[in-house]
């Protein structure tokens, strides 16, 4: 069963303090992997995108990393700012022949920072 | 990108009732998505909508319960028909301009009494 698990759940940070969640996906055909966030009251915007062959991408202060081998990704957020506050889910494209839509989402890791 | 607005925002319906999303985008897609956050839950495809065509919905949705329009490549409409309290969720559209990217409309809050 195709499936994107999350965690941790939920997580509290002070601000300016690092943080790292993380997402295992047991999703094939596997196409790539997406994180976004979202905004309470808003639709899920895109943060990075990684494809099979790549290990890292950076957008700003924050840095995803994919071990496909492990089937396990991961989004670094550096210096956390108060608008970090969100929801960061995990998303798996299934592969299939370049359709669209066939998107495995993960219930998200629900972040607070606090001043 | 793509710049997608829904209409409502949010809405507060009575139970047996029927609530009907508008999705607009600034530019021609072929594909459009509705989706569906419950809460606390990830977000679950209700259907495809191609223009031209019937939209494709997946497993445990159903056309007469969510009807879905697509009159052009810009637009597109989700109905919610004889709500219940469990319809009450967040409500998504959202398009594909390639098999990279995918875009998220604000979303619509609904909430059935």
């Known amino acids: 069963k195709n499936q994107v698990e999350q965690s941790p759940q939920s997580l509290i940070i002070l601000e300016g303090k690092n943080c790292t969640l993380q997402?295992?996906?047991?999703?094939?055909?596997?196409?790539?992997l997406r994180w976004y966030k979202q905004d309470t009251g808003r639709g899920p915007v895109s943060l990075t995108i990684?494809?099979?062959?790549?290990n890292t991408k950076s957008n700003g202060r924050y840095t995803a990393t994919l071990d496909a081998d492990t089937k396990q990704s991961s989004l670094h957020i550096t210096a956390s700012q108060l608008s970090d506050s969100a929801s960061y889910i995990c998303?798996?494209?299934?592969?299939?022949?370049?359709?669209?839509?066939?998107?495995?989402f993960g219930k998200g890791t629900k972040l607070s920072v606090k001043p | 990108s793509a710049v997608i607005s829904q209409k409502p925002s949010r809405d507060i319906c009575q139970r047996g009732t029927s609530l009907t999303i508008q999705c607009q985008v600034d530019?021609?897609?072929?594909?459009m998505f509705w989706y569906r956050q419950q809460p606390g839950q990830s977000l679950t495809l209700i259907a495809t909508?191609?223009?031209?065509?019937?939209?494709?919905?997946e497993s445990g949705f159903v056309i007469d319960k969510f009807p879905i329009s697509r009159p052009n490549l810009t637009f597109s409409t989700l109905t919610v028909s004889n709500m219940s309290p469990e319809d009450s969720s967040i409500y998504l559209c959202?398009?594909?301009?390639?098999?990279?990217?995918?875009?998220f409309g604000p979303g619509t809050r609904l909430t059935v009494t």
């Open positions: 909508a191609n223009q031209g065509s019937e939209a494709t919905y």
């Open positions: 990684m494809t099979f062959s790549e």
């Open positions: 997402c295992n996906y047991t999703v094939s055909p596997f196409s790539n």
């Open positions: 998303v798996v494209s299934l592969n299939y022949g370049g359709s669209q839509g066939n998107l495995i």
């Open positions: 530019s021609q897609v072929t594909m």
């Open positions: 959202s398009v594909a301009p390639n098999s990279y990217e995918q875009y």
